[in-house]
């Protein structure tokens, strides 16, 4: 290995010097430079020691006098905002012909942005696995999260995340939900992109900046309605919307506390009140698909469910998904329109 772990290293095609703070693999290294990581390949470095030694000694600084003093510049270097992304490292070894293949994804959240975030991150497979972590990623900050083998994107993963600000904002959404899905000839050409740029990384942007709560725009009514209702502009009614969800979880103790008190039918009766409510959300904010969790439990409220969601004209299929993340016990709603 040329490099060891603490060594100063000059990036080439930056002219940057910083410092080796891991090893990857005997192709790559993990890079510091002025508090910014990132990964690298050790073609891309060298040893800083010919540059400083070739580099031009700085003149003696002469002495300037007040009225001689330039006028303060503004700082050109300020990050700019880029939004918050999903990146993945591949990482590569040999397989018993040679060949240098992909065995490892390391995944980062980076924020790119000026806000500090919590989120709550899950991704989950077909076949029922699952990992699940709820962390905080700084602003201008990148967050490692874990690995997963690569032939794991067969089995179509799902990148699910909620974000919520550190510092709370009266004038921002209490939370945002997004997600991503990969399929394995998606990262197969990502991954030919970036080897032929020769970078590291590649990446799926997740938000450009964390939304703003909506707010309520009344038009003029009469002073005998408006303390009793509020008006909206048709164009722009999906504005004023509460938040939809992708995944909504229907187990009685998360929609009620005193559940305990209640009898079966008062209990099923909320929990097919709180299906709807995101159901026409979901169809309201034109959302592809929704996952709802009933558990498995009777089968009395998974059997009401599939009953309405035959009647309901935007649902394209469902399925049964037999996950653990969801108790093995959850219905994933295909919706078109």
Known sequence: MKFQVGDTVLVLHSNEEGEVV?????????????????????????????????????????????????????????????????????????????????ENLKIHIINNTGNGLSFFYRVSYLRGENF????????????????????????NPVFEFEFALLAPDYKKADYFETHLKLKVKQVFTKIEEIRKKGEATFSYKLFDEYPDKLPEEKLAISEKLSPYYKIYEASKSRQHLPPARSVVDLHIEKLADDWGRMNNFEMLTLQLKEFEKYYELAVLHHLPSIIFIHGVG???????????????????????????????????VYLQY
Do not use: C
């Open 132 to 155: 699940e972590l709820r962390n905080e990623v700084f602003a201008f900050k990148d967050f490692y999260l874990h690995d997963i083998p690569f032939e794991n994107l067969n089995d």
């Open 22 to 102: 891991d090893i990857i693999n005997n192709k790559m290294v993990m890079v510091e430079v002025r508090g910014v990581r990132f990964p690298a390949y050790i073609d891309q470095l060298d040893f800083p020691y010919f540059k400083r030694f070739t580099e031009k000694k700085p003149a003696p600084k002469q002495k300037n006098y007040v009225d001689e003093l330039p006028r303060e510049k503004k700082d050109n270097n300020l990050k700019m905002p880029t939004g918050v992304w999903l990146s993945f490292l591949p990482v590569s070894g040999t397989d018993e012909f040679g060949d240098d293949v992909v």
């Open 298 to 332: 009777s089968g009395k409220l998974r059997d009401e469910i599939h009953e309405l969601l035959r009647l309901k004209k935007e649902v394209k299929t469902f399925v049964n998904q037999y996950n653990p993340a969801y108790g093995y016990g959850a219905t994933e």
